[in-house]
């Protein structure tokens, strides 16, 4: 989703046939990361739409992931669904039905997309704790403090992507808080560490004046 459209109201109107026999539920998930989801249904009279309360599965994760469409049977039914996204430049649009049986399923699809770059971020991660692990030493044999700005640097870093790995389309609460604002927190926060690191490393207020005062 393009930036301007982020925090703006998105509809989409979509109709739905049930060809059986029986009545019929099918999940309507219209893409990640939502932080508000309403359906309206159109009133085959009077022909305007209306809101509808939609009941939520065990397994869909939240109130706004999907939403619940209740179909009699040979039912033709028209839907409009206006939807919000979070804070985030990971938004995508991809309206999706399915029976809540394939719901879990489907979520295991979707969150391996990234699978290659999810095992390269891992082993990111790995590289930013041997670097916790020698800045520690550092500061075990030289008590020297920045090494410990380094290591809160490695730390911060490597919470974000591990985060961004573990987390990827994992439809909670807590993801929705982490791509919206606190993986900036993390990735402001260690590159600031690095500066002090850097700054107090090359001891840029004697020697390097200049330096210091675009570093600070």
Do not use: W
Not at 28 to 51: A, E, I, V, W
Not at 190 to 206: A, C, M, Q
């Amino acid at each position: 989703i393009q930036a301007r459209y982020i925090g703006k109201s998105i509809f989409l109107q979509f109709s739905v046939k049930n060809d059986t026999d029986t009545a019929a539920s099918l999940y309507f998930l219209p893409g990640f990361y939502c932080n508000s989801l309403h359906l309206f249904k159109q009133d085959k009279m009077t022909r305007q739409f209306r809101t509808i309360d939609f009941s939520n599965s065990p397994d869909a994760g939240g109130e706004h992931i999907v939403c619940c469409l209740d179909l009699a049977a040979g039912e033709t039914a028209t839907y409009i669904t206006e939807i919000s996204f979070i804070k985030t430049t990971v938004n995508t649009i991809t309206p999706t039905l399915v029976q809540e049986n394939f719901l879990p399923s489907l979520y295991t699809r979707l969150q391996n997309e990234r699978h290659l770059n999810s095992i390269i971020t891992y082993l990111v991660c790995g590289i930013m704790l041997m670097m916790i692990i020698y800045s520690f030493a550092g500061f075990y044999t030289s008590r020297r403090m920045e090494f410990i700005y380094y290591a809160t640097y490695a730390f911060l870093l490597g919470i974000m992507f591990f985060g961004k790995a573990f987390l990827y389309k994992v439809p909670t609460p807590l993801n929705f808080m982490f791509e919206s604002y606190f993986d900036f927190i993390l990735q402001a926060s260690g590159t600031l560490f690095y500066f002090i690191f850097l700054r107090t490393f090359i001891n840029s207020e004697k020697e390097y004046p200049v330096m210091d005062k675009v570093l600070y």
